[in-house]
């Protein structure tokens, strides 16, 4: 057998093998997710004076349905966020303030390096947010306030290949979530996450 023909078919095994590989990292895929964020709220109405405090930061679960063809991925997620609670004041007088919040998006994302062991990757996103916030002031009764806001966020990460259909994922997100009583509601997000390619 001459060596062009050895070569040729090395050539075509080769290409074949990655053609196979390639297929196995595209197509329809659930990933879960998990890390911790931290909500600013800003431009507070004067009706509500220093009362919209939230500067802690909490977990976040989340889960999404996607698919991924090449250079892209296209997904539905939803995300839980940990309530949190401040208290301010003086211990005799003190106020308390709960905050939570639960996005729905569809994301889309660019990896640069699809098919490689890592590849960077940037993604933007739109969708909804529901934003609740109760207070409880010193002598006054409950008050609680809740939104569902048009949402948009953008980020950028790194993906590990564990396997051609398992890939690992570490990003940052910024949030950007609408308004609750004319306070604007931002956040930002570090995440790790696991993706399976079915």
Known sequence: MSKKLLTALA?????????????????????????????????????????????DNSWIAGVSLGYRYTYFRGEFEYT???ETNEKTGPVDARNSSDF????????LYADLAPYSMFSPFIM??????NIQYTFKGFGAREKKYEEDNFTWAVGAGLTAKVTNRFNVDLGYRFWHMGEIEKAS????????GLRYVF
């Open 100 to 107: 939570q919040t639960m996005s729905y998006m569809f994301n």
């Open 80 to 82: 839980w966020r940990e």
């Open 185 to 192: 509601v931002r956040a930002h997000e570090v995440y790790g």
């Open 11 to 55: 050539l075509a095994f080769s290409l074949s093998l990655a053609n196979n590989a390639a297929a196995e990292c595209d197509g329809f895929y659930m990933g879960v997710r998990g890390g911790i964020v931290n909500h600013n709220l800003g431009d507070a109405d004067e009706a509500l004076g220093d009362r919209l405090e939230v500067d």
């Open 124 to 129: 933007g996103g739109i969708g909804m947010t």
